[in-house]
């Protein structure tokens, strides 16, 4: 009877642990963590770069900075987010987003941005490239909105990275 009893437990520990959901699996598949930059332009001409910087630690920091087109430096900064993330399946979630910014048009130095709002979640389906060095943030647009297109994003590479 014990031994009866010994076998239905290991069964249950043997489904129960081979049941349970792989989480860090699914995060391998959708590692995102370093920097990733999106780049708008006018007119063939550079004026902002977003840099997307996904920690280990699992917190995110965004930043937009206004970009002289005469030398391709960095003015000074529109805003700054900062928050964590995680996944869902395929999605990337963003949480607890404190915004910093301008209050009215131009650009700061990045101490100088102050609080605006946080957002508390903001989700986005993950797609990537074949090569995993670009990722496109697909963002739920309601019907009939006048939505902007989604970001695509590029991994910094560490030619890059020293220009950021």
Request: proline fraction near 2%; charge should be positive; hydrophobic fraction near 35%.
């Amino acid at each position: 009877m014990k031994f009866g009893k010994l076998i239905i437990a290991s069964l249950l520990l043997t489904a129960f642990y081979s049941c349970k959901k792989n989480d860090s699996s699914d995060k391998a598949d959708l590692n995102i963590t370093g920097k990733w930059f999106y780049e708008l332009k006018r007119d063939d001409k550079l004026i902002f770069q977003d840099i997307y910087d996904f920690k280990t630690d699992e917190t995110v920091e965004i930043t937009r900075g206004v970009i002289d087109s005469a030398t391709m430096e960095i003015k000074g900064y529109v805003n700054r987010s900062t928050g964590s993330f995680d996944f869902k399946g395929d999605s990337l979630i963003l949480q607890d987003l404190k915004v910093y910014s301008v209050n009215a048009y131009g650009y700061k130095k990045l101490e100088e941005l102050k609080y605006t709002t946080t957002y508390k979640r903001n989700s986005y389906k993950v797609i990537y490239n074949t090569n995993k060095d670009t990722i496109t943030l697909q963002f739920h647009c309601p019907v009939n909105a006048d939505c902007v297109p989604y970001p695509i994003l590029s991994r910094v590479n560490k030619f890059k990275e020293s220009s950021l």
